[in-house]
């Protein structure tokens, strides 16, 4: 009998969704205010993430503080910078990145980030800095009261032109359905990506909303035990590793689905580079990343530290995984919208995968 392969669901259409609904209650990001930066003309080229990122990362160790923020600009085609002063953009410039001078430091933007994480819990809100704006854009969707919108509005003003504060029309939801993915005894959810660990057991990992809910996973409804959870995180983080048995498990290549294809490594994202996720309802969806290390409240606690993209997914997406690619990115923790009416733009979010391997010792592939 020929045996089932269990892809790595690295952001494909096949990347089932975590029927748990934890997981995909992400606000949408608000348009941008009038005056703000126009948003980039066409699609970022995927060839320039590595080298963007790797850019930005350098630039910000030679910087330090004079660096505000980054972001891939497909208009210009290359990376932008904000920086707070001219002689940082004059280096900027050298190094072959385009600089902008803007009025909110990095400092300041993480410390309004900070305070909005230790002052607001209120379910349905979320966060993140975007660099094109040059502030922090918090939002909220139709069942923050008005009570709780009013003292979320104080804390805002008490921060200055940092922060922004924008209603979402879509509301925060769980995707609650799944799809072809790993079934625990009474949830679906996508399983994320295939890794290994030196002196273990290879394993997946995916939200740690799922592994939070189900200790033992299948490849079917009802069908045999694939793996079992060994350890889970959320809310804090979102993310969850999966051990395949030391003998006899399912074949499970370092590939997504559909059509396997390959997944090489892991590496951090960029604000603007362009992104592919999948799910079980949806299947493939391509999107950008439009701000890193974002907050959500959902009704279970609060997650930090989140990818954001533009890319849809809906009930039964939640869990799969974020690639570009050849590299892994993150594993879906939530998300808002649809993917059939592209009014209120969607916004998904995920947990880093760089910081899931890391926790757990392991490598992909």
């Known amino acids: 009998m020929k045996r089932r392969w269990i892809p790595a669901r690295v952001a494909l259409a096949a990347a089932s969704a975590v029927a748990l609904a934890a997981v995909t209650l992400s606000p949408q990001q608000a348009d941008a205010s009038p005056g703000s930066p126009a948003a980039p003309a066409r699609a970022p080229s995927a060839a320039s993430n590595a080298s963007d990122a790797s850019l930005a990362r350098t630039l910000v160790a030679a910087l330090g503080g004079a660096v505000a923020g980054s972001y891939y600009d497909s208009a210009l085609g290359r990376l932008v910078v904000d920086v707070t002063d001219s002689d ?17 430091s990095k400092a300041e933007l993480d410390s ?93 990992v995916t939200a740690g909303h799922c592994g939070k809910a189900e200790p033992d996973w299948r490849a079917s409804n009802g069908g045999p035990v694939i793996a079992r959870t060994e350890a889970a995180t959320f ?57 890193l290390n974002a907050t959500v409240n959902y009704k279970e606690g609060q997650v930090t530290g989140l990818i954001e993209t533009s890319a849809c997914a809906e009930a039964g997406d939640s869990g799969g995984p974020l690639f570009a690619g050849t590299t892994a990115l993150g594993v879906l923790s939530g998300g808002s919208g649809s993917c059939t009416m592209p009014v209120p733009a969607p916004r998904t979010y995920y947990q880093p995968v760089q910081e899931i391997l890391d926790a757990y010792g392991a490598t992909i592939p």
């Open 112 to 204: 309004a980030h900070a305070t909005l994480d230790s002052r607001i819990t209120t379910p349905g809100t979320a966060w993140a800095a975007d660099p094109r704006l040059n502030k922090v854009v918090l939002t909220a969707d139709p069942t923050v009261t008005a009570a709780d919108l009013a003292r979320i509005k104080d804390t805002a003003r008490s921060l200055g032109s940092a922060v922004v504060v924008k209603r979402s029309a879509t509301k925060l939801t769980r995707f609650i359905a799944g799809g072809d993915g790993i079934w625990g005894s009474q949830y679906r959810c996508s399983l994320g990506f295939n890794v290994k660990r030196p002196g273990k057991p290879d394993a997946f």
């Open 88 to 104: 940082a953009a004059g280096l900027v410039r050298a190094a072959g990145a385009a600089p902008r001078v803007v009025e909110h």
């Open 235 to 291: 809310p804090g983080r979102d993310y969850a590793i999966a051990a395949y048995p030391a003998t006899g498990a399912v074949d499970h290549p370092s590939a997504v689905n559909p059509g396997l294809k390959p997944i090489t490594g892991a590496g951090a994202a960029t604000v603007g580079q362009a992104i592919s996720r999948s799910g079980s309802s949806t299947g493939l969806k391509n999107g950008t990343v439009t701000a």
